[in-house]
């Protein structure tokens, strides 16, 4: 009688309204703001870092303007490089070799920073006074990261999918396997073709959308390490980093390389292409 009773109950009682889904968000155009600076040998100022073989900044540039090229969205994407040397440094520099061989067009600034800290203030500055819109992303890139195929679209479906964030890397950090704890809070969501979960913190090649930036400027334009920054606007002030997983970029620190993803190949392979 009983299950009678809850059977005819579950035929009549209304059907739960359908959860709404996120609204598209309304997204501008990608500005990639790359920092790089001359290298030379003054192993004082460029103390050596384990690097994975074949390693080479030319070629971190070479493979982003790459993926950029690849992508549905190339032409809503602009690139510009901060440099941190004088025109002499640059004529010499291998890196102006290929820019004067890339067909894209890249601008190029020229800025004088006597240390890591003060060109990323420099970088920090320039970014806010960029004549940009508020829904425009700014991704700030350091020159020793590698990226994957795909990633810029991934982006542009990130920013269109409707979810609520505030910043966003390509980089997924080793650390996430090595000390789980760290990570206990985090959430997982997914695009139609991307896991992204929540994270703590991240290194200094992150992006946010213009009118982020901006909100967040005081606390970001900061001589603290990129940790403690982090920790002030996520577990201090609420803010949301999202970063993929699998990664879509790689940071080549021997130590901390992509647990899944082998994309340091890329250097070899570019090594033995350009031999052949």
């Not at 994975?52 to 070629?59: A, Q, S």
């Not at 810029?152 to 409707?162: A, I, P, Q």
């Amino acid at each position: 009688m009983v299950r009678s009773i809850w059977n005819l109950y579950r035929r009549l009682r209304p059907s739960p309204a359908p959860q709404p889904r996120p609204k598209a968000a309304q997204i501008g155009d990608l500005v990639i703001v790359y920092r790089h600076v001359f290298i030379s040998q003054d192993i004082a100022r460029f103390p050596s870092k384990a690097r994975p073989d074949g390693f080479d900044y030319v070629k971190c540039f070479r493979r982003l303007v790459e993926t950029v090229e690849a992508s549905n969205h190339a032409s809503r994407v602009r690139i510009l490089v901060l440099y941190n040397g004088t025109a002499e440094q640059l004529e010499i520099d291998p890196f102006a070799t290929y820019l004067r061989q890339c067909d894209r067009d890249i601008e190029v600034q020229l800025h004088s920073a006597r240390s890591a800290v003060e060109a990323a203030l420099v970088m920090m500055r320039v970014v806010r006074d960029l004549p940009l819109e508020p829904c425009d992303i700014v991704y700030l890139l350091e020159n020793d990261y590698l990226h994957a195929d795909g990633w810029v679209d991934e982006v542009f479906k990130l920013y269109s999918s409707g979810l609520n964030f505030d910043y966003v890397s390509l980089y997924d950090h080793p650390d996430r396997y090595k000390y789980p704890a760290h990570y206990g809070q985090s959430t997982l969501y997914a695009t139609e073709s991307r896991h992204w979960t929540t994270a703590p913190s991240t290194c200094g090649t992150f992006m946010m959308k213009h009118e982020v930036f901006r909100r967040d400027f005081e606390h970001l334009y900061t001589t603290k390490p990129d940790h403690l920054m982090f920790d002030r606007l996520i577990a201090g002030m609420g803010r949301k980093l999202l970063t993929p997983v699998p990664g879509l970029s790689l940071h080549c620190m021997s130590e901390y390389l992509d647990p899944v993803q082998s994309l340091e190949q890329y250097f070899c392979d570019v090594g033995r292409a350009s031999e052949a």
